[in-house]
Nanobody, 126 residues
Framework: VQLQASGGGLVQVGGSLRLSCASS????????MAWFRQAPGKEREFVAG????????YYSDPVKGRFTFSRDNAGNTVFLQMNSLKPEDTAVYYC????????????????????WGQGTEVTVSS
C-alpha cells in the first residue's frame, strides 16, 4: 500500500488548507486511516483519524473544532480540512493507514499503523 499526501504549503495565521492522502489500494490496508504531524524538534503526534465503516472521528485536543477529517465515498482517499490555522500548526503532516479496524484506544498510537505517506509540509506564518 502506498500513500500519497499532498496539499501542504505556506499560509497566514487564520487561513485554511486542505490536505489529501490517496491510497494505491482501493480497500486493502485502509480500514483505519489517520493524520499525524511532526513539528520541528518535537515528536510525531496524532491529529485525527477514524475507521472506514464505523465509529466516530477522533481529533487531538489542539485541533478539535478547527480541523475536519473526511473520506471519499470510495474510501481510499482521506482529507484533512484545516481552518483557523495557528503558528503552532506548523509541521510536516503524515497520513497513515492500517488494514485493521483499530479499537478506539489504539487509533491515536502511531505504532498501530502499517503504512505511511511521505509527509506534506504545512507552514503557518504570523
Amino acid at each position: 500500500v502506498q500513500l500519497q499526501a499532498s496539499g501542504g504549503g505556506l499560509v497566514q495565521v487564520g487561513g485554511s488548507l486542505r490536505l489529501s492522502c490517496a491510497s494505491s489500494e482501493r480497500t486493502f490496508g485502509t480500514n483505519t486511516m489517520a493524520w499525524f504531524r511532526q513539528a520541528p524538534g518535537k515528536e510525531r503526534e496524532f491529529v485525527a483519524g477514524r475507521r472506514r465503516s464505523f465509529g466516530s472521528t477522533y481529533y487531538s485536543d489542539p485541533v478539535k473544532g478547527r480541523f475536519t477529517f473526511s473520506r471519499d465515498n470510495a474510501g481510499n482517499t482521506v482529507f484533512l480540512q484545516m481552518n483557523s490555522l495557528k503558528p503552532e500548526d506548523t509541521a510536516v503532516y503524515y497520513c497513515a493507514a492500517t488494514d485493521r479496524n483499530l479499537i478506539t484506544s489504539s487509533i491515536r498510537s502511531e505504532t498501530q499503523y502499517d503504512y505511511w505517506g511521505q509527509g506534506t509540509e504545512v507552514t503557518v506564518s504570523s
